[in-house]
């Protein structure tokens, strides 16, 4: 449901932007949430002509950038560490650490 108190935030990767006016009522989530596009990788964030290029005037207007920094971590890495028995903290939810450790999960694979 709506709450005009709250704002809303609809966070998506950068190089996910020039698809936006391809999704279903793109001028809804702009209406909606404001749209914060963050880096991914070393990829830079797009300027503000060539977000205007891509989106249009009013969908770039609800475009907000965000830089984040880069994480080198996928699935293998922390099934990997887990096998090797390192420490996944920091690098995965609590919760998701906690449930590989009480299901043995990824100790046996290769």
């Not at 209406?31 to 990788?41: D, M």
């Not at 830079?44 to 830089?67: I, M």
């Not at 887990?82 to 998701?96: H, M, Q, W």
Request: no cysteine; net charge positive.
């Amino acid at each position: 449901t709506e709450d005009p108190a709250r704002d809303l935030f609809f966070l998506v990767g950068a190089d996910s932007l020039a698809d936006l006016p391809h999704w279903r009522q793109p001028q809804r989530i702009a209406e909606l949430a404001t749209i914060v596009a963050v880096n991914r990788g070393d990829r830079a964030l797009p300027s503000p002509s060539e977000l205007e290029k891509a989106l249009g005037p009013l969908l770039a207007a609800r475009v907000r950038p965000a830089t984040m920094p880069a994480i080198d971590l996928s699935a293998t890495d922390i099934r990997r560490r887990v096998r090797e028995g390192r420490s996944i903290r920091f690098l995965v939810p609590r919760a998701v650490e906690v449930y590989i450790a009480e299901k043995g999960l990824y100790r046996g694979t290769t």
